[in-house]
């Protein structure tokens, strides 16, 4: 009995799994209750990795989604256009996160054991990235966008609200309700205020806070654990 209710459980996964994908590999991998759905020509690699409550739809071709040893948890994840990329590296923890990507060869990386309690990531465009590091700390509340999303046109009709790329270095920590704008660069070690809006880059190792944000504290460090 308990070894039908195993293969049950099996097919149930598999059939919430398989879309029309041309390439896909789910070798190792948890699914619980997640479904992919997804046009051919694209191509999903979720390797070794525990799949709890995720939607994930990819339209388009030639996108691709590279997962290894992460857990994904309560997230939905869209990918549209050509060329796109969603890589997510060992140790990763993606939870309440909402990802977007659309356009032509745009690029999400987060880099290993980076962690995330409740995020927004929006990359929309052509030839644009985010790209996270490793060993970082996201709370909840996040709003990290690489894109405007809609254009803005001058007077004579021309475009002038183009994407650019965020970058955010090795052991970055940002607090609730943090919105991160286009353009941004976040080197290692700095720590985000709650609430901030960063429009600026931010140097190594600072704390930086406020609205728009600005450094408030330099030759700074930071550990999980709380000291008393």
């Known amino acids: ?3 039908q209710v195993k293969n ?7 059939a919430l799994l398989l879309p029309s994908l041309k390439n896909q590999n789910i070798t190792g991998s948890k699914f619980i209750r997640t479904a992919i759905t997804g046009a051919k020509d694209n191509t999903c690699n979720l390797l070794r990795s525990t799949v709890d409550k995720v939607k994930i739809d990819i339209k388009g071709q030639h996108n691709i989604i590279e997962c ?5 948890f309560e997230s939905n994840i869209s990918i549209t256009g050509t060329n796109n990329k969603l890589e997510i590296h060992p140790g990763v923890k993606l939870r309440g996160a909402r990802v977007i990507i659309r356009g032509d060869n745009c690029v999400i990386k987060i880099g290993s054991h980076t962690t995330f309690e409740g995020i927004r990531m929006v990359n929309v465009g052509k030839d644009n990235d985010i790209t996270i590091g490793s060993d ?3 709370s909840d509340n996040i709003e990290l966008w690489a894109s405007d999303t809609h254009s803005i046109l001058n ?3 021309e475009f002038i609200n183009p994407e650019r790329p965020v970058r955010i270095g090795n052991k970055v920590w940002v607090g609730a309700k943090v919105t991160i704008l286009k353009g941004v660069t976040i080197s290692d070690g700095s720590i985000i205020g709650m609430g901030s809006v ?4 931010v140097p190594a190792n600072v704390v930086s806070a406020g609205y728009p944000n ?15």
């Open 68 to 72: 290894n040893d992460a857990y994904l």
């Open 214 to 228: 600005k450094t408030i504290k330099e030759n700074v460090s930071w550990k999980n654990e709380y000291s008393k």
């Open 8 to 14: 049950f459980l099996s097919y149930v996964n598999k």
């Open 136 to 138: 970082c700390l996201f």
């Open 155 to 157: 007077e004579h009709g």
């Open 198 to 201: 960063v429009t600026k880059d």
């Open 1 to 3: 009995m308990k070894q």
